[in-house]
């Protein structure tokens, strides 16, 4: 079919194009032959009158020209996916819907595993794939290669749909025997010893501690960096490292490794995570439904039990222990 004298199915081979950047790729994932592919490639060239594409290796590096031409493409795409091709019920228990997420690790081990427990007895042939943060976060929900991208509110853009789904803590955690947390932690003693600290993703992206540090003018000795918030505890095991750490998250490690839990020294902002969706998947019954079980466990891993508030946390060794013990049970 024609529009324009475009040959619309074009439209579904530059998407490919772009996605896979490879040319042989881009051809499996619409079950295309690579002669065929090519000649797309050369029809496309001809009707936008510019190469789209140049060859580096076996990598396609898209032109200026290209690049302009994704994001309405796939935006076609989508509009005719979801308004036009897709049904419109959605049961859960017969779905076989994969839904592609992408969100962190203290997420995933805090609140989601949660999530998929419920949905493996609610809906058991509904199947995620958890990607890893992009650069930036929220790239693929511009092309809608995600269907959810979790993250704390403050990195998300305002260009999608979004819900907050529970608050956080930040506190200071440590090896049991580190004796320096034996009393109470001083911003100088903060200061003054090793820390361990993350960054996300491929470009790098500092935690909420370390943008606050940046932001102040303060610099810590930092002496491990890492790249997710799991690998540091085993990093401050049987040293006297500390870190900064989400709460919850600390509490969990807790329950096998021996850590003790004190407050910070300064006025660190905690923060909301948040969960964000593609502005096309916002009338998609399955997202919605999903939407809507999200948010269900956000409300009951904050119920007034299992909340832990700041003021309760200790500042020095002995309650540190108890703390570390109390969060096993």
């Not at 779905?95 to 962190?104: D, K």
């Not at 940046?214 to 997710?228: D, L, M, N, T």
Request: glycine share 4%.
């Amino acid at each position: 079919m024609r529009f324009r004298g475009l040959d619309l199915n074009l439209l579904v081979a530059l998407d490919a194009l772009m996605t896979e950047r490879n040319l042989t790729a881009a051809a499996r994932s619409i079950n295309l032959s690579q002669p065929a592919m090519s000649a797309a490639v050369g029809r496309l060239r001809a009707y936008f009158k510019d190469d789209l594409f140049t060859m580096k290796g076996r990598e396609l590096i898209p032109t200026p020209r290209a690049e302009a031409l994704a994001a309405p493409t796939r935006e076609a795409l989508l509009h005719i996916q979801f308004s036009i091709t897709s049904r419109d019920t959605f049961k859960p228990s017969e779905s076989e819907r994969r839904f592609r997420i992408s969100l962190s690790d203290f997420a995933t081990v805090v609140w989601f595993r949660h999530v998929v427990e419920r949905v493996a007895r609610d809906a058991p042939g509904v199947r995620f794939e958890l990607m890893p943060l992009a650069n930036p976060f929220d790239h693929p929900l511009q092309r809608a290669e995600i269907d959810f991208l979790i993250v704390p509110e403050l990195y998300m853009s305002d260009a999608h749909p979004k819900a907050t789904l529970f608050d956080e803590t930040l506190v200071c955690v440590g090896c049991r025997s580190n004796k320096h947390l034996s009393r109470e932690l001083t911003f100088e003693r903060y200061m003054s010893l090793g820390h361990v600290a993350v960054k996300f993703g491929s470009n790098r992206v500092p935690s909420i501690d370390e943008w606050f540090m940046q932001e102040h003018g303060i610099k810590r000795r930092v002496e491990v960096v890492v790249q997710s918030f799991s690998m540091i505890p085993p990093m401050l095991l049987g040293t006297n490292r500390i870190a900064t750490m989400p709460l919850t998250l600390v509490k969990y490690f807790a329950k096998a490794m021996p850590l003790q839990i004190t407050k910070l020294p300064l006025p660190l902002p905690g923060f909301t995570e948040a969960v964000q969706w593609p502005s096309l998947h916002n009338t998609d019954p399955a997202s919605i439904w999903m939407r809507e079980v999200l948010l269900q466990e956000a409300r009951r891993l904050v119920s007034p039990r299992a909340k832990t508030r700041l003021r309760d946390l200790p500042n020095h060794s002995s309650q540190a222990k108890d703390t570390a013990v109390d969060a096993s049970e």
